[in-house]
């Protein structure tokens, strides 16, 4: 993800002003300007970046007794992660489906924005969570949009709704919801049409769906690669349909992200969901503040905890570890052999840190399988004591790393590389917790 790209570009840009010797007003100056030009060419809209950069001068100015250098740039770091976040935090919490009802969700978005996709992705997150899953096809304005969804669903075993010869799609979406909801259904979602000859017709017939649903929940459907114009999108589909939650598709590929994260500051609406990838298992819940952690590069442990919790594995040790601000090679072990048999190994690779997410880039996924696997043979090749341990370990003896890489075949880079991954996490439990604690801090940063 090309998002990646602003987060080292933000930290370059921090880490020349640390080291430079310029005077502090003009190396701010310079600083500042970097920061917003990375923000801008990542498609942020300049009115943000306006207010984030004074934001940014401000609280620098009022915090002018931060010292060092070294101080000041884990300032600024504070500073623009925390900016950032406000950014695409809007405070509101995303639709929350509820057990034993019927739960009627409806999409909407533009053509090509990955609408079909994403509501079978969506149907397929909710049933492996246990909801009964129904998917209705109301778009009989693109030929080969049921055909689509309907071998989406009958892939993924999801039962679905829609019709060739009905071409009134309000009809279709208030019989194929009557149907689930009759049969019990308790996620029932509704794919609507992205494209009109006008595009009031288009937001006319929104509304008529709309109103013959009742949607609980309404998602926008916004792709990632949109750059600048994703924000007037959004506020135009604001206005006609006031859809409650965004799906952000395509951040796996060229996306710079910039104009999602400008479309949910102008609307005030939060991302629920991220697609990464064309396969129904790539999707991920968003959380504000883990996405500007891997924005920044910092890894996201908290997302991987989420996501093997959500998943009902054994990892109570490791929870219990983790909200005490301990997280040993043992819980890293746990993790990521719970990940791998659940996969898709894209999900865990962009919550690392140490740069997996950008490695899968580069080298594709089955050579960051084997990796990842490699990986495993390490931490499978350690003693009970050393798994238990922090790390430190292998620091005082570091002997033990050249047994390691012996008995797993691996090499002692690939050893201390894993050393670092868990170090690094530990360090994040560790800042996490100061966080559940009110302490603030960044997790993560040096
Ligand atoms: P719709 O017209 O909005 O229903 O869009 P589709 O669901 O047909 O998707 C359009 C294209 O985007 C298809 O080729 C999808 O495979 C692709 N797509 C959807 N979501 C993602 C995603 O998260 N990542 C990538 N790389 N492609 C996606």
Excluded: W
């Excluded at 101080?71 to 500073?79: C, D, G, M, T, W």
């Excluded at 800042?431 to 993560?444: D, E, I, L, R």
Aim: hydrophobic share 40%.
């Amino acid at each position: 993800m090309v998002l990646a790209d602003l987060g080292r570009r933000i930290n370059a840009a921090v880490g020349d002003f640390s080291s430079s010797s310029a005077a502090d007003d003009s190396g701010i100056e310079a600083m500042l300007k970097e920061i917003s030009n990375a923000l801008l060419e990542s498609d942020v809209h300049f009115q943000h970046v306006i207010k984030l950069r004074n934001s940014i001068k401000k609280q620098l100015a009022e915090q002018a007794d931060a010292s060092s250098r070294a101080n000041k740039r884990k300032l600024i770091q504070k500073i623009v992660y925390d900016e950032l976040v406000a950014l695409v935090d809007t405070q509101a919490e995303p639709y929350k489906p509820k057990k034993n009802k019927s739960n009627v969700i409806m999409f909407v978005g533009t053509q090509g924005a990955g609408k079909t996709t994403s509501c079978t992705k969506l149907a397929v997150y909710y049933q492996r969570r246990k909801f009964k899953v129904g998917l209705v096809c109301a778009d009989t304005f693109r030929a080969g949009a049921f055909d689509q969804l309907k071998q989406n669903a009958t892939k993924a075993g999801i039962a679905f709704y829609g019709s060739y010869t009905e071409n009134d799609p309000v009809k279709i979406a208030r019989l194929g919801v009557e149907k689930f909801k009759e049969a019990k259904y308790e996620i029932i979602i509704v794919d609507t049409s992205g494209r009109h000859k006008q595009a009031e017709e288009l937001f006319v017939e929104m509304q008529e769906i709309d109103d013959a649903v009742s949607p609980d929940q309404t998602i926008l459907v916004l792709d990632a690669t949109n750059g600048q114009k994703a924000q007037d999108h959004a506020k135009a589909f604001k206005e006609a349909s006031n859809f409650g939650s965004i799906f952000l598709t395509k951040l796996d590929g060229a996306a710079k992200g910039g104009g999602a994260v400008s479309a949910v500051a102008a609307t005030q609406t939060p991302i629920a969901f991220i697609g990464s990838g064309e396969h129904v298992q790539n999707i991920e819940t968003f959380t504000p503040k883990q996405f500007i952690a891997k924005l920044l590069g910092i890894g996201d442990i908290q997302g991987l905890m989420e996501h093997v919790q959500s998943l009902d594995l054994d990892q109570k040790d490791t929870m219990k570890n983790f909200s005490e601000g301990k997280f040993t090679l043992n819980d890293f072990q746990t993790q990521i052999g719970n990940v791998m048999k659940m996969g898709p190994l894209s999900q865990i690779a962009n919550m690392l840190p140490g740069g997996m997410g950008q490695l899968m880039n580069q080298v594709g996924e089955d050579e960051t399988s084997k990796r990842i696997k490699r990986m495993l043979y390490i931490m499978d090749s350690m003693t009970k004591q050393e798994l238990a341990s922090d790390g430190k370990i292998f620091t005082e003896e570091p002997s033990r790393i050249i047994r390691v890489a012996r008995g797993s075949g691996t090499s002692v880079t690939e050893v201390e590389m894993v050393l670092f991954q868990q170090r690094t996490m530990a360090r994040m439990a560790q800042s996490t917790k100061g966080m559940m604690g009110g302490a603030g801090g960044m997790p993560g940063m040096p």
